[in-house]
Structures are given as structure tokens and as C-alpha cells.
């Protein structure tokens, strides 16, 4: 059955939809929810590319049944009473956004013709309902934006598919535009520098800056991923702007999962290098991440830290995500209007009087 998204709405001003979309958390840090969060993520084929008859076999013979109870500790430690970390702040950072354009709409003496709303791609909020909130919300435009900075046939593209699914479910499809990518916008690199300078101004700046972005197994890079290119851009630009040589920063990649070679240098094993060869004091940010959540909070504030004066060092930093700074909220509502530019939508209260009795006197006649 298609979705109708109360269709069309005649006497109701059109609306601009803003979907921000990331990865997804479990809906809480017990194993029963972790298991299910683990399921839907690693069951998406753009995350695992193997056979998915032999990865199926692994996951629920050897994955599920075991990861879920040594997760529920370090989800644990990273909880807030408002929930998930990256939710939460996936939802403050919405509110913000939301904000931003309605007060600049009221500066500019217009109607507020933009509408936000929030989904991950996994778990809740979920992308079916976020898209059809919009849909409600008369929003006939939607702009879709992955907090990913870096784009990956694993994260960005995962929500394309998403998204193309639900809609083939509707009879109306809006018009849509996708971001896969912003690693390169001046804005977003204007708004990491601000926040390692504004630490550094509370802390003393360690001997080097060492840039952790998520790892993708080696084969994602030669199958034609321009995610590794991406993020040494954005290592490379971040170092720039703060006038860092090459001496004084390291880009490397964290999080890698199983057997297979996955993206070089690995975060721990040159963390506890450098400390091996005598650097004292390290300071590490994750660019690649929108939001401080269990892969920044816990295995970069907390595991490699371990590891790093475990091998002999004596300061390690981490410096925290963008999260919903005002920095990061300035970059992202600049990277959305530069994106809907010479999108109109029917507000002028005339035109909908007339355009609802159209309709009216249409339906009438059926």
C-alpha cells in the first residue's frame, strides 16, 4: 500500500524538510538492546560486504550471542540521563539548527518555511518516520543530510538505500537533494580548528596532534571508497589552518573489527609507538566524527589513553567531538543554505485560498 503523507495539503503553506541523519545508538546500554542494535547494523550488506550467507552464519553463531554482554559495560560508562550521547546531542543539535532558521526567517521579515527533523540509520529515531513527519509537515523539498563529514559506501550510502526504500512506498515523491560529503568545507574546517584552539587555550597543546578517523577495511579503499582520500584532506586542511608542520600532527585510523587488513596507521598501535620513542604528551581529536559517542568517549578517551601511558607516556588529551557547539551549528546551518539555494515554496495566503478551492470545488463535483 503507498504512503499518501496526507498527500498534498491545498490550504496549508509548503515547507523546506531537513532530515539530519546518523549512524544510531541502542535504545539502552542493556544486552538485550545492544544484540538488537548489533543485529540491524551489522546485518546491512554496504557494512559487511562478504558472502551473506557466511557472514549471517558468523553473526548469529559467533557475534550476537557473545559482543552484545562485553558491550553492556562500556555503553554503561558512557550513558547520560537524557540517554545515548549521540542521540541526545543528534537532538540538541536539530533544536539548535531549528532555531537558527527560524530566527534568521524573523530578521528577514519572512515565514519560516524550513522544517528539521531527526532519524539514524539504525535504531530510533528511525528514517521512515522522520521522512514522514516531514511529509506531514507539507514539506514537498527534503534536503538530506548525513552528519558524516567523510563520505563511505558504508555510512552515507547505507542512508541513500534507506531512504530510497521508504519511498517506494509513497505515491508523491518530494524533491530531494543529498549531501554526501562536506570533509572539505571551509566552514567545517573553520569549526574544528576553533574547537582545538579553544582546548588548547584551556590546556596546555601536547607535542602532537594526532587526527583518529574511523577505519574501513583496506579492500573498501581499492574497490573505489574515496573515504581515505577524504579524511586525509581533512587531516591536512585542519593542520593548515592551524599552522601545524608535518612534525607536529598524525592522521590515523581506529575502530577496525575482525581479521581483515583494514586502513593503516591503526590509532593504538601508534599511540603506544609514539610513546615507546619518547613523546611525552599527545593530544587526540576524531574529525571524522559529528558526535562524541562510544567510539570517541570510550575507546579513544578511554582505551587509548590506557595505551598510551601504559607504553610510557605521561599526558594524553582528548579533545571532544563538535557535538552541538556553536561552531558546529554555524557550519552546519551554512552548509544547509548553500545547499537549498533556489528552492521556492508556496507560502502567499491568497494562492492557498485559491488552490483550496480548487480542490474543494473539485471534490465536490466527485
Not at 554503561?76 to 537524557?82: G, L, M, R, V
Not at 530566527?103 to 519560516?112: F, L, M, T
Not at 516531514?134 to 548525513?146: F, G, T
Not at 602532537?208 to 586525509?232: A, E, T, V
Request: net charge positive; glycine share 4%; hydrophobic share 40%.
Amino acid at each position: 500500500m503507498k504512503f499518501h503523507a496526507e498527500a498534498f495539503k491545498h490550504d496549508q503553506a509548503e515547507k523546506i524538510g531537513i532530515l539530519l541523519v546518523n549512524l544510531g545508538s541502542p535504545d539502552a546500554p542493556d544486552a538485550r538492546s545492544i544484540r538488537r542494535f548489533l543485529r540491524e547494523f551489522l546485518s546491512d550488506q554496504r557494512v559487511i560486504e562478504i558472502p551473506r550467507i557466511l557472514w549471517l552464519l558468523i553473526l548469529n553463531l559467533f557475534i550476537l550471542p557473545f559482543r552484545p554482554r562485553k558491550l553492556v559495560p562500556l555503553y554503561q560508562s558512557i550513558w547520560t540521563k537524557d540517554g545515548s550521547p549521540l542521540v541526545s546531542i543528534a537532538e540538541k543539535q536539530k533544536v539548535k539548527l531549528a532555531a537558527f532558521f527560524k530566527e534568521k526567517r524573523n530578521k528577514e521579515k519572512k515565514s519560516n518555511d524550513v522544517s528539521f527533523a531527526l532519524a539514524m540509520r539504525y535504531g530510533k529515531p528511525d528514517i521512515r518516520t522522520a521522512l514522514r513527519q516531514l511529509a506531514k509537515d507539507n514539506a514537498h523539498k527534503i534536503l538530506i543530510l548525513p552528519t558524516y563529514a567523510q563520505y563511505s559506501g558504508t555510512t552515507t550510502a547505507s542512508i541513500f538505500d534507506a531512504i530510497s526504500n521508504e519511498l517506494q512506498q509513497w505515491r508523491w515523491i518530494p524533491e530531494l537533494r543529498f549531501i554526501n560529503n562536506y570533509h572539505d568545507q571551509v566552514e567545517h574546517i573553520q569549526a574544528l580548528a576553533d574547537s582545538v584552539q579553544s582546548y588548547w587555550q584551556q590546556h596546555k597543546q601536547g607535542q602532537k596532534l594526532l587526527m583518529s578517523f574511523h577505519g574501513l577495511p583496506q579492500r573498501n579503499l581499492r574497490l573505489g571508497d574515496p573515504y581515505y582520500c577524504q579524511c586525509h584532506k581533512t587531516a591536512r586542511l585542519l593542520a593548515n589552518k592551524l599552522g601545524l608542520n608535518d612534525d607536529q600532527w598524525l592522521i590515523t585510523f581506529q575502530s577496525r573489527f575482525g581479521k581483515a587488513e583494514w586502513l593503516k596507521p591503526y590509532t593504538s598501535t601508534s599511540l603506544a609507538s609514539l610513546a615507546k620513542e619518547g613523546l611525552e604528551s599527545v593530544d587526540v581529536i576524531c574529525p571524522g566524527f559529528a558526535i562524541d559517542c562510544l567510539e570517541t568517549l570510550e575507546e579513544i578517551a578511554v582505551e587509548n589513553r590506557d595505551v598510551f601511558l601504559g607504553a610510557g607516556g605521561k599526558n594524553y588529551q582528548y579533545i571532544p567531538a563538535l557535538n552541538d557547539s556553536d561552531v558546529n551549528i554555524q557550519a552546519m546551518a551554512s552548509l544547509i543554505e548553500q545547499h537549498i539555494q533556489g528552492w521556492q515554496v508556496e507560502s502567499d495566503s491568497v494562492e492557498l485560498e485559491k488552490r483550496e478551492k480548487r480542490h474543494s470545488g473539485l471534490s465536490s463535483k466527485n
